[in-house]
C-alpha cells in the first residue's frame, strides 16, 4: 500500500492539492539543499538573491523579486558584498543608482544551486520533460502573477 492510496483525493478541492504539492516541492528541495551544504554560508535569502541575480539589478527591483522589504535587501547586498558574492556598480542609465552584480564567486555560486535544483526537482517530480514543461509554463505564469500582485 502507497501512502496516497489511503487519501481519498474526491474530497480535496484541486486548489488545495496545489497549494499541498507546491509547500511540499519548496520545502523538499529546500532542505535538501541546505543538507548538501548549498546555503551561501548564509540565510535562505541569499540563495534566492544568488537565483534572481541573473544579472545586475537595483536592491529595490531585487527586492520586489524576492517579496523582501529594501532595507533587508540592502543588509542581505551588504553581507554578501563582504563574503564576495556580488558587487556594487553604477547604474550606466542612471549614474545615481546603483546596480547589484555578482562577482565570479557569486556566478559560481549560482551555477551550483541552480544546478543541484535542477537535479532535485527532476529527481523529486518523476515528471517526463514535457510535463516538467509544463511544470515550468504554469509556474512562470504564477510566478508573474505574484509579481503583479506585489507591484500594484
Same mark, same amino acid.
Given at each position: &500500500?502507497?501512502?496516497?492510496?489511503?487519501?481519498?483525493?474526491?474530497? @480535496?478541492e484541486p486548489e488545495l492539492h496545489a497549494? &499541498?504539492?507546491?509547500?511540499?516541492?519548496?520545502?523538499?528541495?529546500?532542505?535538501?539543499?541546505?543538507?548538501?551544504? @548549498?546555503? /551561501?554560508?548564509? *540565510?535562505? @535569502?541569499?540563495?534566492?538573491?544568488?537565483?534572481?541575480?541573473?544579472? *545586475?539589478?537595483? #536592491?529595490?527591483?531585487?527586492?520586489?523579486?524576492?517579496?523582501?522589504?529594501?532595507?533587508? &535587501?540592502?543588509?542581505?547586498?551588504?553581507? &554578501?558584498?563582504?563574503?564576495?558574492?556580488?558587487?556594487?556598480?553604477?547604474? *550606466?542609465?542612471?549614474?545615481?543608482?546603483?546596480?547589484? /552584480?555578482?562577482?565570479?564567486?557569486?556566478?559560481?555560486?549560482?551555477?551550483?544551486? @541552480?544546478?543541484?535544483?535542477?537535479?532535485?526537482?527532476?529527481?523529486?517530480?518523476?515528471?517526463?520533460?514535457?510535463?516538467?514543461?509544463?511544470?515550468?509554463?504554469?509556474?512562470?505564469? #504564477?510566478?508573474?502573477?505574484?509579481?503583479?500582485?506585489?507591484?500594484?
Amino acid at each position: &500500500m502507497n501512502a496516497h492510496s489511503d487519501l481519498n483525493t474526491d474530497d @480535496v478541492e484541486p486548489e488545495l492539492h496545489a497549494l &499541498m504539492g507546491v509547500f511540499s516541492l519548496y520545502t523538499y528541495i529546500d532542505t535538501n539543499m541546505r543538507q548538501q551544504g @548549498v546555503d /551561501c554560508d548564509g *540565510p535562505g @535569502v541569499e540563495r534566492k538573491v544568488l537565483v534572481k541575480l541573473d544579472r *545586475p539589478k537595483r #536592491i529595490g527591483t531585487l527586492a520586489r523579486d524576492i517579496s523582501a522589504l529594501p532595507s533587508t &535587501m540592502t543588509t542581505v547586498a551588504d553581507q &554578501m558584498e563582504e563574503r564576495g558574492l556580488i558587487e556594487r556598480v553604477r547604474d *550606466p542609465k542612471d549614474r545615481r543608482a546603483w546596480l547589484l /552584480c555578482l562577482t565570479e564567486k557569486g556566478h559560481e555560486q549560482r551555477r551550483e544551486i @541552480v544546478g543541484l535544483a535542477d537535479t532535485l526537482l527532476h529527481e523529486t517530480l518523476g515528471l517526463s520533460e514535457d510535463e516538467v514543461k509544463a511544470f515550468a509554463k504554469v509556474s512562470l505564469k #504564477i510566478h508573474m502573477k505574484i509579481q503583479e500582485l506585489n507591484n500594484g
